[in-house]
């Protein structure tokens, strides 16, 4: 198992900043190995959302509403990935959610499977 753990939101007024950290961790001193991770979000009556993903071998995408805004970025020695959220809009009010894309040593054999933090508020008044 593979546990995250994510800091950084809250209140701001639009068009101010914040910025989301998440910690990846394996459980009970697990091995694991990060393939990729990102931050979703889901706000009140939709889907949850890609927002930013960053792969380890470098690669990055964006939801083409937070492009040009959000800056995803990553810690590898850490296996910490950050969202440096600019020009907030109240459409970016949500809760936000770490994922990551991560192999676990099961025995001999590395199992991959996605995991999530709990999720952290972020609220953009107008």
């Known amino acids: 198992q593979v546990q995250l753990v994510e800091s950084g939101g809250g209140l701001v007024q639009a068009g101010g900043s914040l910025r989301l950290s998440c910690a990846a961790s394996?459980?009970?001193?697990?091995?694991?190995?990060?393939?990729?991770m990102g931050w979703y979000r889901q706000a009140p009556g939709k889907q949850r959302e890609l927002v930013a993903r960053?792969?380890?071998?470098?690669?990055?995408n964006y939801a083409d509403s937070v492009k040009g805004r959000f800056t995803i970025s990553r810690d590898g020695a850490n296996n910490t990935v950050y969202l440096q959220m600019n020009s907030l809009k109240p459409e970016d009010t949500a809760v936000y959610y770490c994922?990551?894309?991560?192999?676990?040593?099961?025995?001999?054999?590395?199992?991959?499977?996605?995991?999530w933090g709990q999720g952290t508020q972020v609220t953009v008044s107008s």
């Open positions: 394996g459980a009970s001193g697990g091995i694991f190995r990060i393939n990729a």
């Open positions: 994922n990551a894309d991560a192999s676990v040593l099961r025995g001999a054999v590395f199992r991959r499977s996605d995991y």
């Open positions: 960053s792969t380890s071998g470098g690669a990055t």
